[in-house]
């Protein structure tokens, strides 16, 4: 199991038939909502990532985004003081319109480091 080797950080990628996001999210509550069940499973309170809370979760769909976007997301999650200065929301909104020519809305990844 997962949490006996005490991970530093969880990734639990999500897909819309059991939560919203991607898309067509403009709110985080059902994400939120998801991520408090994750968080009270008693097998998760010992480990590394739950005390430091991070917990994180993502689209299962945002890898097909661009694939350097989603690496950007799991690198802000993984390195938020090496990425600091980065915003995956931002470059995704940035690469939809000039890309897609359209306009960027939805919630890829929940939460993002600051």
């Known amino acids: 199991m997962l949490?006996?080797?005490?991970?530093d950080v969880i990734f639990k990628s999500i897909i819309d038939r059991f939560c919203s996001s991607g898309y067509v999210v403009t709110n985080t509550t059902?994400?939120?909502a998801w991520r408090s069940q994750i968080l009270s499973r008693p097998e998760i309170a010992n480990t590394d990532a739950f005390k430091d809370k991070r917990v994180y979760l993502i689209n299962m769909y945002a890898?097909?985004?661009h694939p350097?976007?989603?690496r950007l997301?799991?690198?802000?999650?993984?390195?938020?003081e090496l990425f600091r200065d980065m915003d995956p929301v931002a470059l995704q909104a940035?690469?939809?319109?000039?890309?897609?020519?359209?306009?960027?809305?939805g919630v890829y990844a929940y939460p993002l480091p600051e």
């Open 3 to 7: 949490v006996t080797r005490n991970p």
């Open 30 to 32: 059902e994400l939120e």
């Open 63 to 65: 890898g097909s985004i």
């Open 68 to 70: 350097s976007i989603y």
């Open 73 to 80: 997301y799991l690198a802000k999650c993984l390195y938020p």
């Open 94 to 105: 940035e690469w939809t319109g000039k890309f897609l020519g359209t306009d960027f809305t």
